[in-house]
């Protein structure tokens, strides 16, 4: 099992950076590929990022040059470091966990990820 805790999420206005954080417990943490997903009111959730065991990275192209996720397995912890945020960006963000599969598709499915945070909220202002 595999419980997950976001944190890092604010108000900031438009060009800001944040950090996210999402702190996992378990000792096979290492071994699941970990994805951000986020949802703004009234839309579905819609994949970000996400990173393999082997911290392999893919992105979705609105993101793509100014978000970054990376691991630390040491830590248990996932970050997704988000820069030049856009009010387009405001949303509840969550990280979840699954095993890893081949190909850059599969990471984006919300689906098929069997553990997820309970979210934090990103607000960018004009």
């Known amino acids: 099992q595999v419980q997950l805790v976001e944190s890092g999420g604010g108000l900031v206005q438009a060009g800001d950076s944040l950090r996210l954080s999402c702190a996992a417990s378990?000792?096979?943490?290492?071994?699941?590929?970990v994805g951000w997903f986020h949802q703004a009111p009234g839309k579905e959730r819609e994949f970000v990022a996400a990173?393999?065991?082997?911290?392999?990275?893919n992105y979705a192209d609105s993101v793509k040059g100014r978000f970054t996720i990376s691991r630390d397995n040491a830590e248990n912890t996932v970050y997704l470091q988000m820069n030049s945020l856009k009010p387009e960006d405001t949303a509840i963000y969550y990280c979840?966990?699954?095993?890893?599969?081949?190909?850059?598709?599969?990471?984006?499915?919300?689906?098929?990820?069997?553990?997820w945070g309970q979210g934090t909220q990103v607000t960018v202002s004009s």
């Open positions: 378990g000792r096979t943490f290492s071994s699941y590929a």
């Open positions: 990173i393999t065991s082997g911290s392999s990275t």
């Open positions: 979840a966990a699954r095993g890893n599969c081949l190909g850059y598709g599969c990471y984006q499915r919300p689906n098929r990820y069997n553990y």
